[in-house]
Nanobody
Framework: QVPLVESGGGLVQAGGSLRLSCEAS????????MAWFRQAPGKEREFVAA????????YYTDAVKGRFTISRDNAKNTVYLQLNSLKPEDTAVYSC??????????????????WGQGTQVTVSS
């Protein structure tokens, strides 16, 4: 069983918005920090945002601060990433992940061991 399932990607024009969802298969992840990463063609996977288990603490890479918002609804076992003011350089496969250490807020992909299959976000100019 895939532990995390993303949805919500698509094709959008620059300046547009999308809302990504990441649904967990078990309530276990409600006690984990959850993160979003992205990978564009020919580039390394990069950290986008993370959120602590309670939803109080959030972390963003500088490139998306003020444009993206991470949130979670533990009652629905779901983490969200709201993408606003999208730019062509935001085009990538977006994946959600949970770390090997539940409280870790690491920005390094290799500290995460649970991954979804990813959802494609394409921003046209």
């Amino acid at each position: 069983q895939v532990p995390l399932v993303e949805s919500g990607g698509g094709l959008v024009q620059a300046g547009g918005s999308l809302r990504l969802s990441c649904e967990a298969s078990t309530r276990t992840f409600n006690s984990y920090t959850m993160a979003w990463f992205r990978q564009a063609p020919g580039k390394e996977r990069e950290f986008v945002a993370a959120i602590g288990w309670s939803g109080v603490n959030t972390y963003y890479t500088d490139a998306v601060k003020g444009r993206f918002t991470i949130s979670r609804d533990n009652a629905k076992n779901t983490v969200y990433l709201q993408l606003n003011s999208l730019k062509p350089e935001d085009t990538a496969v977006y994946s959600c992940a949970a770390p090997s250490s539940p409280n870790s807020n690491s920005q390094f992909w290799y500290d995460y061991i649970y991954w979804g299959q990813g959802t494609q976000v394409t921003v046209s100019s």
